[in-house]
């Protein structure tokens, strides 16, 4: 199965699920993470505001945000840009995908980032990502060295290999 095909059919399992039941599943994915020791850890953790399909993570944000610094990506052409996250209130339109961004300074200080948060279409038992064909989590992650924790929904985590090309940065760790 090659990666669009990978991507149609997640779309297709994702369609099944309510709002109310990715909610359910997102808590216990967001409950496994807040005892993973990597984030515990952590001080400067790269997030995502989530989208609608994906592991809800508002709550989240919102909670940690005042334990950690919390930063979220924001897309700039074919970039990702990260920004600290000050509360849902300094939220405005993103330009990708319509995502809502923090306002404020560009976070370029890559070194002290300890966690990222990473989302996706699919991960694999070897920590492989599928994300949405655009490449921005790819570009980034390669400039960031920090430990990266893909997030999932248990139906998104595969078995058998996804795809990969030379651009594809894996995980190292999923957590579903």
């Known amino acids: 199965m090659d990666k669009k095909e990978l991507r149609n059919q997640i779309r297709q399992l994702k369609s099944l699920y309510s709002s109310e039941e990715k909610k359910r599943l997102s808590a216990a994915v967001v409950e496994q993470l807040e005892q993973n020791g990597c984030f515990i850890a952590a001080r400067w953790v790269v997030c995502y505001w989530s989208m609608e399909d994906e592991v809800y993570t508002h709550d989240f944000v919102n909670k940690w945000s005042e334990k950690k610094h919390i930063l979220l990506p924001c897309?700039?052409?074919?970039?990702?840009?990260?920004?600290?996250?000050?509360?849902k209130?300094?939220?405005c339109p993103g330009e990708g995908y319509a995502i809502p961004e923090p306002e404020g300074e560009v976070f370029t200080a890559y070194d002290k980032?300890?966690?990222?948060?990473?989302?996706?279409?699919?991960?694999d038992r070897w920590g492989n990502r599928l994300g949405r064909g655009k490449g921005y989590y790819d570009r980034f992650l390669k400039e960031c060295k920090a430990y990266k924790i893909g997030i999932c929904f248990p139906f998104q985590f595969r078995e058998d290999v996804i795809p990969t090309d030379f651009m594809d940065v894996p995980m190292d760790e999923v957590i579903k």
């Open 89 to 91: 209130e300094r939220l």
């Open 75 to 87: 897309v700039r052409g074919e970039e990702l840009e990260l920004k600290i996250f000050c509360g």
């Open 113 to 123: 980032i300890d966690l990222i948060i990473v989302p996706g279409m699919a991960f």
